[in-house]
């Protein structure tokens, strides 16, 4: 892969997985406290408020990509130089995909699913484990920043000598 390109994907994977960073912070300052006070109350506001469109539309193209971006950047780079970084953001992003899927198919539905405000009780555990697990999935993803930030860096510091 030429160098220029790795550089122009790299930065591309950072932008994708700040974009999903502020997203998720932005959710867990705003959003998310206010679900575990009056659960119920609370996410039958949310399911009248998200009828045509809702976070999923926000996130899943943006995520989707930059966790693709870096495992193709860690599995095509030839350069010892980065592939610890590569590598680290790689093994980060793993387990934030996993981390996801676990929110997406195991808390998500708990919420926001067709019967979910028939177990008014549900919804405030479910809010709970949402916000304690979007701090893990926060950390992964800036970790994943990081790691490709660094690879960044080397690559630029290249360009400009």
Not at 72 to 100: C, F, I, K, P, S
Request: glycine share 4%; charged share 15%; hydrophobic share 50%.
């Amino acid at each position: 892969m030429k160098t220029s390109l790795q550089q122009s994907l790299t930065l591309a994977a950072v932008i994708g997985m700040a974009y999903w960073l502020f997203g998720n912070l932005y959710e867990a300052v705003v959003f998310s406290p206010n679900w575990v006070r009056d659960s119920p109350s609370q996410f039958t506001r949310l399911h009248e408020f998200f009828s045509a469109t809702g976070p999923t539309l926000y996130f899943v193209p943006v995520t989707q990509i930059a966790l693709v971006l870096v495992w193709v950047l860690w599995w095509r780079n030839r350069d010892g130089e980065l592939a610890r970084d590569y590598r680290r953001a790689g093994q980060a992003a793993a387990v934030l995909a996993v981390l996801t899927v676990y929110i997406v198919a195991a808390v998500i539905p708990r919420m926001f699913g067709a019967d979910a405000l028939a177990q008014p009780d549900n919804l405030h555990s479910a809010a709970w484990q949402w916000n304690i697990l979007n701090v893990f999935r926060m950390l992964l993803t800036a970790t994943t920043a990081c790691y490709l930030f660094g690879a960044f860096r080397k690559l630029d510091r290249r360009n400009l000598g």
